[in-house]
């Protein structure tokens, strides 16, 4: 069953994001944002499972109990005697010594591993490329992740970039705007164009009409 208030929230995202891409793409260059801070401390920031990310599960001495598993669009995952298990939104620890708990009602004292082969990550979390990139899309947060790390997985800028007229929306702080200067770091090499990016950064990139 599909959550309405889910399909509405996703909705009003992407009018938001078009709507900005509209817009900046209109004014060019011209938008004028404080330049990104080239340091974006996130220490020790825990992995958390995602939808669609492949879990290797390992049950110590009881093989017929472990499994690879996808976690569901729902964010639940099912196993030999543990169904519909909450997975998304936890770190793999957290869920091995959920796993346990389950087990030991049939199985004396389980021990669980839980090991993640296909990241994608938190959605709230996942890096976003719109826009003017080769490859307008989502990529999972990594620690000390930065600008240039994103743009080389997302191909670099379209003939027809803005990349200077870049932005950099920080959802942790609610929506700030931020410039970029894609195009001083991926065509002339300036590296202190780089920053680093933060878990939820949207960048949009315009296109130019010069």
């Given at each position: 069953m599909i959550d309405s208030k889910s399909v509405t929230?996703?909705?009003?995202?992407a009018a938001f994001l078009g709507a900005l891409i509209i817009g900046l793409s209109a004014?060019?260059?011209?938008q004028h944002y404080p330049a990104a801070p080239a340091l974006a401390s996130t220490p020790d920031h825990p992995y958390r499972i995602g939808a669609l990310d492949t879990l290797n599960i390992v049950v110590w001495r009881n093989p017929e109990l472990s499994a690879i598993v996808?976690?569901?669009?729902?964010?639940r995952i099912s196993l030999p005697l543990v169904e519909d298990l909450v997975a998304a939104g936890r770190p793999p620890a957290e869920l091995s010594r959920e796993i346990e708990k389950s087990?030991?009602?049939?199985i004396r004292e389980p021990v669980v591993t839980v090991i993640v082969n296909n990241f994608q990550g938190?959605?709230?979390e996942?890096?976003?490329i719109v826009g003017e990139a080769s490859r307008p899309q989502s990529v999972p947060f990594r620690q000390n992740m930065t600008l240039l790390d994103v743009m080389i997985q997302s191909g670099g800028l379209t003939d027809f970039a803005d990349g200077n007229g870049a932005v950099l929306v920080r959802g942790s702080e609610q929506g700030k705007q931020y410039s970029v200067r894609l195009k001083d770091l991926l065509k002339r090499g300036d590296i202190s164009a780089n920053v680093e990016i933060k878990p939820g950064d949207i960048i949009i990139i315009?296109?130019?009409w010069f």
């Open positions: 929230i996703q909705g009003a995202r004014c060019g260059s011209m996808s976690v569901r669009p729902d964010g087990l030991a009602k049939f938190v959605s709230t996942q890096i976003r315009p296109q130019s």
